[in-house]
T-cell receptor, first 115, second 110 residues
């Protein structure tokens, strides 16, 4: 399967600042990338879906101006949490999917803590 | 719409016990079905998959059979190990979208 990396793995930032999280598909051309948020002991919440070169499609209730997603190439997507607040603290996970493949391959996740 | 319901946890077993984690789904059309595993502090890993009815997915001693008649995809393992302790997610993929169950935490004690 595909190898997906995320950077950073952990980040602590102050309230009001912005944080960028990178998701890279190392050996796989990801036509579609997904960003999820996971709270402790809970399932994944899909935030947005992005296709390379297109604007991301956000799920209902996710603020697109707060969570900026850029899918710049077939191997890179970024999630920027703007003006972060403590309630944005969470585990953010990206995943990739190739054309005509039904399964997703997940990154290792990024633990964001906003103080 | 699509939905996945999986057995609530947590599940605690002794080493070498038999494992079953139930998963049922609702979907239109012909979804693909998956089990993912998440170890503490990590992302999800694809454990196994089945893309059509009666397919059996298997990996690392785990198995699940796509049962269209009962809309189920139960995960089984004959003899669990301490290293199998993790959270297991059942999921379906349909028309480009994925739907995940709530996850079942498995703890295996020596």
């Amino acid at each position: 399967g595909a190898v997906v990396s995320q950077h950073p793995s952990r980040v602590i930032c102050k309230s009001g600042t912005s944080v960028k999280i990178e998701c890279r598909s190392l050996d796989f051309q990801a036509t579609t990338m997904f960003w999820y948020r996971q709270f402790p002991k809970q399932s994944l919440m899909l935030m947005a879906t992005s296709n390379e070169g297109s604007k991301a499609t956000y799920e209902q209730g996710v603020e697109k101006d707060k969570f900026l997603i850029n899918h710049a190439s077939l191997t890179l997507s970024t999630l920027t949490v703007t003006s972060a607040h403590p309630e944005d603290s969470s585990f953010y996970i990206c995943s990739v999917r190739g054309e005509a493949l039904p399964e997703q391959y997940f990154g290792p996740g990024t633990r964001l803590t906003v103080t | 719409g699509n939905s996945v319901t999986q057995m609530e946890g947590p599940v605690t077993l002794s080493e070498e016990a038999f494992l079953t984690i139930n998963c049922t789904y609702t979907a239109t059309g012909y979804p693909s079905l998956f089990w993912y595993v998440q170890y503490p502090g990590e992302g999800l890993q694809l454990l196994l998959k089945a893309t059509k009815a009666d397919d059996k997915g298997s990996n690392k001693g785990f198995e699940a059979t796509y049962r269209k008649e009962t809309t189920s995809f139960h995960l089984e393992k004959g003899s669990v190990q301490v290293s199998d302790s993790a959270v297991y997610f059942c999921a379906l993929g349909n028309a480009g979208k994925s739907t995940f169950g709530d996850g079942t935490t498995l703890t295996v004690k020596p």
